[in-house]
């Protein structure tokens, strides 16, 4: 609890993030209790946050599990357009297909990032096949990568796509698609819009909590206050030191400690195809994307003949931003898994 005498500092400065951190890793948390944890009111916790949804556009989500929703792990899809489409015509486009889940207009060696799922490899390749012969005329080069595992970070799935998941009852899709869209969503509405009971819409959530559909209540940031962002395909030929390496890099990124509304590194995954990693970060300006970006791990991965092809989003064209707060929990938990597996080799 903040001294007296700090508490106007510490309201300004501390309590917004701290909230927000908390929502980060549960967004039902309840604002009375992170009112007595922070040593505040309730009515101070609600006005900091009121702030800083309205500022930065917060958007409470889930993160789900992809496969225990009955879908296959999802596919990215970069592409570069020798001439560039529409972008109406591009948003209208994807607007209906419910397979693309996010869509982000880029600047450099990539123009367009799509994230697909719900299709099965056969059906992905007619699906890819009929989006190219749409697109034919813009002369489009589709590099795809199928993500395999996740170690920062999540890609938002839509409401229509849960919806269409064979794994749920329909109950369990009803309530799923709304705390997908809003996580916060109180229990009383819940009820309402499902047509349903508090004691069957309260059991519907701790069950796909225990088996692990629901993966966290959590929110993302929409509009955060580094407004640089970029996204890194990335490839490298693995030594018998790419544990170590690895190692290395993720103590380098838990490092700072930094009090802003998203980190540099937002979305860190490894997969299969054209690209051994991706990366999605925001950054300050082009100084600290220089710092912490590729020419970091060109320095960090250069043992294992690294190669980055990279663009500057310029735009969210479906889904959501994947920015948020990490508590670096996570990649602590992964540091701790490495240095334990790296000491009984």
């Known amino acids: 609890m903040p001294a007296r005498k700090d508490l106007q500092e510490y309201v300004k400065n501390e309590l917004p993030y701290a909230i927000l951190m908390k929502l980060y890793e549960n967004s039902r948390a309840s604002l009375q209790a992170m009112g007595r944890e922070f040593g505040v009111s309730y009515h101070t916790v609600a006005a900091a946050l009121q702030k800083m949804e309205e500022k930065y556009n917060i ?159 959590t929110m993302l940031v929409q509009n955060p206050e580094k407004k640089l962002y970029m996204a890194y395909g990335m490839s490298h030929m693995p030594s018998r030191e790419h544990d170590k390496l690895l190692l290395q890099y993720l103590k380098l990124i838990v490092s700072e400690d930094l009090h802003e509304v998203s980190n540099d590194y937002s979305l860190i995954t490894d997969g299969i195809g054209h690209y051994g990693s991706f990366y999605i970060c925001n950054f300050k300006d082009s100084e600290e994307a220089q710092k912490h970006g590729p020419d970091m791990l060109y320095s960090l991965w250069a043992p294992e003949h690294f190669k980055a092809e990279k663009a500057i989003l310029t735009d969210l064209i479906k889904g959501k931003w994947p920015f948020h707060l990490e508590s670096y929990e996570t990649q602590k938990r992964y540091i701790k898994d490495i240095e334990s597996k790296l000491s009984h080799s």
């Open 59 to 217: 958007s409470y989500t889930l993160q789900l599990d992809e496969r225990k929703l009955g879908f296959t792990n999802g596919m990215m899809l970069m592409i570069k357009f020798e001439r560039m489409p529409d972008l109406s015509s591009l948003k209208e486009r994807l607007r209906g297909d419910i397979y693309v889940q996010d869509a982000y207009i880029g600047s450099g060696d990539f123009d367009l990032i799509l994230y697909v799922v719900g299709l099965e490899i056969v059906d992905f390749d007619k699906w890819r096949f009929k989006l190219e012969t749409d697109l034919f005329e813009y002369s489009p080069v589709v590099k795809f990568y199928l993500v395999d595992q996740i170690h920062l970070g999540f890609f938002p799935i839509s409401s229509e796509l849960i919806m269409e998941s064979t794994s749920l009852n329909p109950l369990e899709k009803k309530v799923l698609a709304l705390l997908n869209e809003n996580s916060r969503i109180k229990l009383t509405e819940l009820v309402k819009k499902t047509k349903s009971t508090q004691t069957k819409v309260l059991y519907t959530i701790r069950k796909m909590k225990k088996e692990g559909i629901i993966k966290k209540f």
